[in-house]
């Protein structure tokens, strides 16, 4: 463990890193989430762009080979929930699903490894005052982000499959549909209901994306704790590997949740109540 725990105990290990790397813009702008987003987001473009460029008709490489599962992966989950032209949501499936993946995926990183590679070019003090969580999605701020933008995506749908103005008289005449003055009476309440579905859906990938991931983080957080002794070492090691183990089940279940609900609710964004 780091110099952290030995001066602060478990808590002050904790803390330390679940201290994000904040530059102050506003009331604060994760510097730390969004460098390792972007960096794991281009080398996913970078990956993909590049087997996609050198594929071949022919008896594919291992590389093609495996980008061309999980293209047909998430194509196959799409088609099975999205019934349209898949054209634009195939690509945004797999973007969501590889992305998540990626930046899920750094919770496998030894949680000490940043601290070791500032204390190793600049010394124990800048490592004690140096925060740099490398989990993107233990960020509310991201997967609040992401979520939103899968907000506008949804809009962007429902308006160019039912117009602007079939858009809106949905949202005043549904779910509870009236005839006559009863109609008028109604469209309030309507209104207020479609709010509150759109709304609530952004929320609940953000928040069930966000929970899982930081729940995961602060588990190895606190099986690191075992190993600040040498009696408890040894089952530190033995539970931190079975808990690595079994996190690799969230880090992709988290992603495939998060790609099939953006397509079923495409899906639902396009069709009328």
């Known amino acids: 463990m780091s110099s952290e725990a030995a001066t602060g105990g478990l808590n002050g290990y904790i803390s ?16 730390d989430s969004w460098i390792v987003a972007l960096v ?11 087997k996609a460029r050198k594929a071949t008709a022919g008896v594919p490489s291992k ?40 930046m899920n995926t750094m919770d496998l990183i030894p949680l000490d490894l940043p601290g070791w590679l500032v204390q190793t070019v600049a010394g124990a003090e800048a490592a004690h005052h140096t925060y740099f969580r490398v989990v993107p999605t233990a960020d509310l701020n991201t997967t609040l982000a992401l979520s939103t933008s899968v907000f506008f995506i949804l809009l962007g749908h429902a308006i160019a499959a039912k117009g602007g103005f079939g858009f809106g008289k949905e949202l005043l005449t ?6 006559g003055p009863m109609a008028i009476v109604m469209a309030p309440v309507n209104l207020l209901m479609n709010i509150i579905e759109w709304l ?26 075992l190993m600040a002794s040498w009696f408890t070492f040894l089952p530190g090691i033995i539970a931190n590997a079975a808990w690595a183990i079994f996190h690799i089940l969230i880090i992709l279940l988290q992603a495939f949740i998060f790609m099939i609900l953006t397509v079923v609710y495409i899906a639902g964004a396009r069709e009328g109540h």
């Not at 549904?174 to 005839?179: G, I, L, M, R, V």
Request: glycine share 12%; net charge negative.
């Open 63 to 102: 590389g093609q080979a495996f980008v061309e599962i999980i293209l047909e992966f998430v194509d196959g989950q799409v088609k099975d929930t999205f019934h349209g032209d898949r054209r634009s949501v195939t690509p945004l499936a797999l973007t969501i699903f590889m992305w998540i993946v990626f």
């Open 40 to 50: 794991l987001g281009l080398i996913f473009v970078m990956w993909f762009g590049s």
């Open 200 to 225: 609530v859906k952004p929320v609940s990938l953000a928040m069930r994306l966000f929970g899982n991931m930081y729940g995961g983080e602060l588990v190895f957080m606190l099986i690191a704790g």
């Open 174 to 179: 549904a779910p509870f549909h009236a005839h």
């Open 16 to 31: 330390h890193h679940l201290t994000h790397n904040t530059i102050q813009i506003g009331s604060g702008f994760n510097f």
